[in-house]
């Protein structure tokens, strides 16, 4: 075999690669798959996020892989999510008809066996009659791995040495080398099932017949909607703000607790560029804001489980070289996770390299000490309180953070370019101490709180006197620099300075001038603040909701609706964010990116409050 997927489309000449945010997204807990909005799967990893890729067209749109499931003729198309859930819905437009496919995944507990891991996709006709096409065109470990195909009647079996997969259909299945394909016609009212399920062991192929798909279905909309029904969030935008809670959800692994920074790797920043990475893996930081967002929505069962994978999982004695905490691990709590480049994949548009692993994950980015304190406060807070054992591990890390916090280090940004004194690291250094203080006097738990406060004071009066241009009348991103950085940005919100604070507003903006573009914000001019990265990037859209909410708590209520009602056109056509935004608008990056949404949750909350 050569690992080519012949994409046969609809004849109207459709693009090799669809565009980032041309994607729907559907889920399991465990995993997740990218449905195009041609109703291609182009990206879908088995049996979890960390695998490898079983369809990856998106990054190679001929060895990929794929699974194409649509109208055979020329069609519009549209797509949306079967309300309050993430079940996903591709509807074809035809001149003699109009079908759709019903695009969701069981989540763990609804089906009958653990571990089986189905893709369900449901065809319908609703009006007419319609011919569709079917390609199942697997290529297992990245298109790396050769496999063998068995067909019997309606199923399918594709075997590799790292997993085995089984299609099961109510049509005709055809074999075509070692790929299946199908062509059949509906009329109004008749429905085709196409499952797709992880087998092995004692999980052995299983019919996924009409009645079947229709109790999975339901029990699938049950489950989100059950679950969405805790949010306590009734603001002006509740629908985007559900949508973004239900994708956090989606990135969450339920077997540790570990939520993902997002579900895909080396979606390109800047296309033809370098700044390709993997974000399949859990930042200590992404999650811990996450769990923030959460929290404020009234989602408590996420923070629990993401607290368990950090008492389980990370330990203050461990003594790394790069201190107690490293700044992401694996979705299994794994600390290895060493970075290769799949020579053989081109990369999204030929964006090469396509890289696996991460080697970030050993740098030391301080701060990562902030963020997981500060979650582990407001868990504290609004959840339950924490357990002495867990208190005992907050100590000793508070104290690290007191023997540690004026290293240089590589920044919230993963900088490649050597190591400063960022201010945001050193603002999170002095996050980490303050919430100890806090949760220590609040509870009257036992530390050495002259010491810690001392530590406390010291940060603040570093970060106000070094960290200050006087030239600039702001803030700037290192000691000794001139440059401006959008993470300042979390000052305010991290309770560091007043939000209406002449230095502050002073440096809200500086950087307005300098680093905002039609309410859309750059994290930072990399060149005059190198990387050790080539090319350029887009705009962070986390940084742009985090504008958003800076100008809510300075007061500026019509600017940050406005800049927040922009940020919304920037969405995809299902309110999905990638990480960056294009100068066309495009988006650019991992996507979907937990950052974005949980950036967007907080923004949604605090300016709908201020609103009134």
Known sequence: MDGTTNRPGDGSGSRRYMPIADHGLIGDLRSVALVATDGTIDWYCAPCFDAPSVFAA??????????????????????FYFPDTNVLITRYFTEDGVGEVQDFMPVSGESAEEGRHRLIRRVLCVRGS???????????????????????????????????????ATVPLEQDGVDVRSE????????????????????APRECAHEEADREFAATVRYWRDWLSASRYRGRWREM????????????????????????TSLPEEFGGERNWDYRYMWVRDAAFCVYAMLRLGFTEEAEAFMAFVSRHISPGDGKPSGPLQIMYGIDGRTDLPERTLDHLEGHHGSYPVRVGNAAADQLQLDVYGALIDSIYLYDKWAEPISSEQWEHVTALVEWVCANWDQ????????????????????????????????????GLPADLPHWMSCRDTIYRRIMTECWSDELRAFVQHEGGEVLDAALLMMPMSKFIAPKDPRWLSTLDCLTRELVSDSLVYRYD??????????????????????????????RLDEARLAFEKMLTYGNHLGLYAEEIGHTGHQQGNFPQAFTHLALISAAYNLDRALG
């Not at 390609?135 to 309606?154: E, I, N, Q, S």
């Open 526 to 555: 990399p060149h005059v603040s190198p990387d050790g990265l080539h090319g350029e990037e887009g705009t962070f859209s986390i940084c742009s909701f985090w504008y958003v909410e800076a100008l809510t708590r300075a007061g």
């Open 130 to 168: 319609l011919p569709f096409r079917a390609l199942v065109a697997p290529r297992f470990g990245y298109a790396a791995l050769p496999h063998t195909l068995r067909v019997t009647g309606d199923v399918a079996v594709f075997e590799s040495d790292a997993l085995d997969l089984a299609l099961t």
């Open 58 to 79: 998106l990054l190679d749109a001929d060895r990929g892989g794929c699974f194409e499931l649509g109208a055979a003729v020329p069609a519009r198309t549209k797509q």
């Open 241 to 264: 703000v559900h949508r973004s809670a239900l994708t956090l959800k989606l990135l969450t692994y339920a077997p540790t607790g570990a939520i993902v920074a997002a579900p895909t």
């Open 408 to 443: 240089p280090d590589e920044g919230i940004w993963e900088t490649r370019g050597g190591r400063k004194n960022f201010l945001y690291s050193r603002l999170m250094c002095w996050v980490a101490v303050e919430r100890g203080v806090r949760m220590a006097r609040r509870r």
């Open 184 to 203: 059949f016609k509906l009329a109004e009212g008749e429905t085709a099932v196409f499952a797709l399920d992880q087998v092995g062991g004692e999980l």
